[in-house]
């Protein structure tokens, strides 16, 4: 609706003051702030005056003249140029009646076809996932699952730590300690494997031979080593096998492209740099620095190793290069800030990365939090599995469950308390400014009111509910034979919340914060129970008009859930 409305204004301004540069972006169309102001507002009158020298409000006044009114009911001009719109109800219904019929409700994507990498979750291999990872991997998806919707090209990248000294590390001490392990003899499971690298780092920093043999072993793994590199690969399937269990319990596409992908490009990558006359050397290390900023990026240690600073700038020219990506999103803690400051001026420095051609985004978020208001760690004082999180949730879920729906199956409750357990974990972070820090609670999670999964899940199963009820239903016949007409203030409310979804996903995917949808979701949940409310459906003379305007709802509810990664539920 905005992009229609600006249009008008665009084409309004344009006619009124003819002759005059009239640009796109001095256009600011924005949601009323107050309902009794009416549905939008036009606030350029202000920025135009600077522009053409005039009035302020007789700016406004001039476009309101010129302004095509056939969708608007209402249009006026408030204080000194502020313009408040007003849409018809008539125009509101008609709009309803082509994005009801439409499967992709209405969302007309400029991003379709073009190619997006998202990086995401990226766990270390021979570690478990723990509640660090949490973030990365349920923000990552949303975003992702955005893109997808908007008909993107979405390579979805796990990019996982899987190259390096603590390999080296973990491979002598098996080979030591653990050789029926290397021989493929014993079979161990990732909790174990971590057992191993604790010990192996701690014989590391206390035995200089076994120290050595750990860089050797690095060494012959960097060189193909066949039985280095059979150890690593069965490190990697051991971490891959727990990995999995978590992606399927959260629904998580992703693909793995660790740091041992890279290895073969670092050399080049390296030498490139020199060559553009980037690289200075630091105390023996090859290093770029960047004008305002003190620390360098480090592309190549004194010792001749590579670190993950190379690694990054052989991902950025891959995905550039090779990947043909137009986007490039990566989500990693803020921590990472400067690191990924530096790999982008890097790569604009290098030409490898044109600002005009691919636009890259580091996206940043805080950290979860235990009640204590401290980082979210066991009673232990140990970091939080992340597998033990999610069963904690599911665990609680099942509990709420048994009191609210005795009549449900096992196999019902066991699904319904997963669905509801893990949409609860992922939309309480989702509806969190991903830059801020969260506190996780499963009390406060899994509460049936606010803005909460579970608040949303049940104005959604509400509205099953109403089609349940009636019986004969056919819903495929009413899409033909009956049209949504708006009278009930209540139904013109729902139904302005419902025109503005695919405003809301565009914003979405340019600012990447995923609370937006998730406040659009609970404040549509919140104007459906107000229109539940103020509006018979089930048996009255406008239950067929009404029963599409609930369709609607509850397909928008659901394709929104779907695109935070949430599933829905049939009953509650």
Known sequence: MIKLIHALFLEAATKAFEGAEIAPETIEITLATQEKFGHYQCN????????????????????????????????????????????????????????????RLGVVSEHKGRRYIVDFSSPNIAKEMHVGHLRSTIIGDSIARLFEFLQADVVRLNHVGDWGTAFGMLIAYLRQSE??????????????????????????DEDEAFKQEARQSVVALQAGDQQALAAWEMICEISRSAYKEVYSLLDIRIEERGESFYNPMLSDIVADLEEKGLVTLSEGAKCIFHEGIKI??????????????????????????????????????????????????????????????????????GVVLGTDGKKFRTRSGHVER???????????????????????????????????GIDAVKYSDLSCNRKSDYVFSYERMLRFEGNTAAFILYSYVRIISIKRKIEGLDMQELYKSSLISLEHPSEVSLGLHLLRFSDVLEQMAQDLLPNYLTDYLYMLAQKFNQFFRDCRVQGDARQNERLLLCELAARTLEQGLSILGLKTLDRM
């Open 44 to 103: 350029s009158a202000m920025r135009l005056a600077k522009i053409l020298h005039k009035n302020p409000r007789e700016i406004a006044q001039q476009m309101v003249l010129h302004l095509d009114q056939a969708i608007f009911q209402e249009v006026s001009v408030e204080g000194p140029g502020f313009i408040n719109l007003t849409l018809s109800a008539s125009y509101l219904s008609e709009r309803l009646n082509l994005i009801l019929r439409d499967p």
């Open 179 to 204: 050789p029926e392990v290397i021989a493929r003899k014993k079979q161990v499971d990732l909790p174990t494997l971590m057992q191993f690298y604790r010990a192996s780092k701690a014989r590391f």
């Open 386 to 420: 992340l597998m033990d999180l999610l069963t904690g949730a599911v665990d609680a879920a099942r509990k709420i469950l048994v009191e609210r729906e005795g009549a449900l199956s096992e196999k019902e409750l066991s699904e319904h308390a997963e669905i509801l």
């Open 296 to 365: 360098p990026l480090m592309l190549q240690k004194s010792d001749g190793g590579f670190n993950y600073d190379t690694t990054d700038m052989a991902a950025m020219v891959h995905r550039i290069n090779e990947e043909k990506a137009e986007r490039i999103m990566i989500l990693t803690d803020a921590g990472q800030a400067l690191h990924f400051e530096l790999v982008e001026k890097t790569a604009i420095a290098a030409g490898y990365l044109d600002p005009a051609k691919v636009r890259f985004d580091h996206i940043t978020f």
